[in-house]
């Protein structure tokens, strides 16, 4: 993205790049493991979601609308198995429910061997869920509804208004395009504009050379705006591209969703 500031960028911490919510599904029984599923989650950057209803010991007739909407709230799942999980009436409801849904991510933990065994699994889960926003100032107001978008997903999105004062840019935007290289997507918006600027042509030749080394598919070129198709650099001719001038821009958005969540990032 150009680097061209506004009073967006002093906004309070909280309020930027919300999102990596993920709900940990569990028996209480298995408090101390999960804890620990927990803090290895924090550690790759996410929001575990672990808490215990008391209302459950009490049958209250609330609890399965109650679940169904948390759940339908969220978007990513770890689902702690164990032998008190297979017990648990509220856990088998929780999980039959998360398997049923479209468009949710989750991974299965086996409580039974060592966090160590099971550690890559919550790591794939990471390389999905934060995204990096490449685009032209003058397609602002785009950018924006795509950054909204993926939040209500529960994604990590970096834009300009997490850029530090005092501290260099460059660097800052440079560190931004490894994490997202590294645990999810570089989302380069095409346009008239974003073909012509040269921060987004720096932003989008540093992402490719990232992912190359890594040969993962996670630089996505999304069209914003129509434009000559001669003008598209060479190298984001191969990748998968989206298209988000067709048809209506929510169900585009869903569609771009649904396709991250289910692309191979090995």
């Known amino acids: 993205m150009e680097l061209i500031m506004s009073d967006e960028t002093n906004q309070p911490p909280e309020e930027k790049g919300e999102g990596k919510w993920v709900f940990l599904s569990h028996s209480n029984k298995d408090f101390e493991k999960v804890r620990e599923i927990r803090n290895a989650l924090e550690g790759q ?13 009490k049958g209250d007739a609330r609890l ?3 679940l169904k909407q948390e759940i339908a709230a969220r978007h990513w799942f770890i689902l702690c198995d164990s032998p008190n999980a297979q017990a648990s009436k ?5 999980v039959a429910i998360i398997q049923k849904m479209e468009g949710q991510v989750f991974k299965k933990i086996d409580l039974t061997k060592t966090l160590k065994t099971e550690l890559p699994k919550l790591v794939e889960l990471s390389k999905r869920a934060t995204v990096f926003i490449s685009h032209s100032q003058h397609d602002r107001v ?9 939040v209500r997903h529960d994604y990590r999105v970096w834009d300009e208004r997490d850029l530090k004062p005092g501290e260099a840019w460059a660097k800052q ?3 931004a395009i490894d994490d997202a290289v590294a645990r999810g997507f570089v989302l380069v918006l095409l346009s008239p504009d974003s ?8 932003e989008t030749e540093y992402a490719l050379q990232l992912a190359a ?6 630089v996505v070129p999304v069209i914003v705006a129509p434009f000559a198709r001669e003008a598209l650099p060479p190298q984001l001719t191969n990748l998968q591209w989206f298209d988000l001038t067709k048809c209506r821009f929510e169900e585009r958005m869903e569609e771009l969703i649904c396709n991250l969540k289910a692309r191979d990032m090995e």
């Open 213 to 218: 080394r890594s040969q993962r598919s996670n």
């Open 195 to 202: 073909l012509t600027s040269q921060w987004c042509k720096h």
């Open 142 to 150: 785009v950018a924006r509804r795509i950054h909204e978008a993926l």
């Open 173 to 175: 935007i440079g560190t």
């Open 45 to 57: 950057g996410w929001k575990p979601l672990m808490f215990f209803l008391k209302c459950l010991e």
């Open 90 to 94: 509220w856990v088998q409801e929780e």
């Open 64 to 66: 399965p609308e109650l």
